[in-house]
């Protein structure tokens, strides 16, 4: 990254915050829905959701909400790591399908990825980042 950084617009950092939130949040609300249903809850794409990429995306929330606090002191580098990084948020979670909790929460889970990455390319190319 260079040195200088040029000014970020708030809403940018704000939106890739609150999608990846958003993102999370679902997630969780999958893992909780498919716990309750025994064919669900017994596939090895359920216990790989519930196990290793629900508590790293907590982890990874955790980060982006603390960086956008660090944004809003004028820390602008801490956030645009991880808008970074998140841009490669679908490669980041292949092996895991999104259909461990059915279809149609398959389908608002891809969308809210899409987001991520989408938010995550905006914030990138705002800050010059290639």
Do not use: Y
């Not at 359920?46 to 196990?51: L, N």
């Not at 508590?55 to 956008?68: G, H, T, Y």
């Not at 790591?81 to 389908?107: C, H, I, N, Q, S």
Request: hydrophobic content about 50%; glycine content about 4%; charged content about 20%.
């Amino acid at each position: 990254m260079a040195e200088a950084l040029p000014d970020i617009p708030q809403t940018l950092v704000e939106r890739f915050a609150k999608t990846f939130a958003a993102f999370v949040d679902a997630v969780r609300d999958a893992v909780t829905k498919a716990a309750s249903n025994p064919e669900l809850n017994a596939t090895q794409a359920f216990h790989a959701w519930q196990m290793k990429a629900l508590p790293l995306l907590q982890q990874q929330n955790a980060s982006v909400q603390a960086a956008l606090g660090h944004f809003q002191a004028g820390d602008v580098r801490s956030i645009l790591m991880l808008a970074e990084d998140k841009r490669g948020l679908a490669k980041d979670l292949d092996g895991f399908p999104l259909t461990f909790a059915g279809p149609d929460v398959a389908e608002n889970l891809d969308k809210l990825e899409t987001a991520v990455v989408m938010a995550a390319f905006q914030l990138c190319a705002a800050a010059g980042i290639p």
